[in-house]
């Protein structure tokens, strides 16, 4: 990125579904963006890729934000749903890595996106993929229901602090993209039904053509993005615009 951008995106989990769908969009709409993730298959002179693994928590405390703007704004996007089965059933792993790449690492993320551009930014944006899941307990999801809960409750704080320090011009945003069309509903239709009694449901979605696309699921973020003065609540969910 050889100019000066006037409006510059940061979004985790670029590399498919949901983020990758919302970084073309993203450019469409005249944003730099530049992607964190393992992989890529963007190719866009407006595009920056900057491998990293937020499971490896060291290297997320070690990121910096070294691209700025004017507008700047933080997608955490890329999330795991970590292993399906009852609490008392599962590898205690599953917590550490769930609770790490969900909840840990977009807060270590927040934390330095605002302290690097509160004070350089004219106005800053984060916006968090929660899920229904964090409000609505989901038998075998536990880690998953946990990890987002935590980070819907972390944003409202953010909003909390922003209003009590009279931070002008930041948003942030937590929003439930609904059923999507991702892997990660693939990798739930895969579950083993003895350890998952909600999984007809999930298969009957797909099979009745229920799930939304990321495409219609990037659009709307890029509503909010676009006015982030107009949604005041912190949680929202997709279907509610």
Same mark, same amino acid.
């Given at each position: 990125m050889d100019a000066q951008p006037n409006k510059l995106a940061y979004v985790t989990g670029a590399s498919r579904g949901i983020g990758e769908a919302l970084v073309h969009q993203l450019l469409t709409a005249g944003y730099w963006v530049i992607g964190l993730s393992r992989t890529t298959k963007i190719d866009h002179p407006n595009f920056k890729f900057i491998?990293?693994?937020?499971?490896?928590?060291?290297?997320?405390?070690? #990121?910096?934000?070294?691209?700025?703007?004017?507008h700047v704004l933080l997608v955490n996007n890329a999330g795991m749903l970590g292993e399906v089965g009852s609490v008392g059933s599962i590898n205690a792993s599953t917590f550490?890595?769930?609770?790490g790449v969900n909840t840990i690492a977009p807060q270590i993320l927040m934390n330095q996106f605002i302290k690097t551009f509160k004070k350089t930014a004219d106005s800053g944006h984060i916006l968090n993929i929660s899920s229904g899941a964090g409000k609505n307990a989901i038998d075998g999801w536990?880690?998953?229901?946990?990890?987002?809960?935590?980070?819907?409750?972390?944003?409202?704080?953010?909003?909390?602090?922003?209003n009590l320090h009279q931070i002008q011009n930041w948003f942030i945003h937590s929003i439930a993209p609904g059923v999507v069309d991702t892997e990660m509903q693939s990798e739930i239709r895969g579950s083993n039904p003895s350890e998952f009694k909600s999984l007809d449901r999930f298969i009957a979605l797909k099979e009745e053509n229920q799930l939304a696309s990321p495409a219609v699921v990037a659009e709307k973020l890029v509503r909010v993005i676009n006015a982030?003065?107009? #949604?005041?609540?912190?949680i929202l969910s997709v279907r509610d615009f």
């Open positions: 491998r990293l693994d937020l499971s490896n928590l060291e290297a997320v405390k070690a #990121f910096e934000f070294n691209e700025t703007a004017p550490e890595r769930v609770m536990a880690a998953y229901c946990a990890s987002k809960a935590a980070l819907d409750l972390f944003s409202e704080t953010i909003r909390l602090e922003f982030p003065a107009q #949604f005041e609540s912190t």
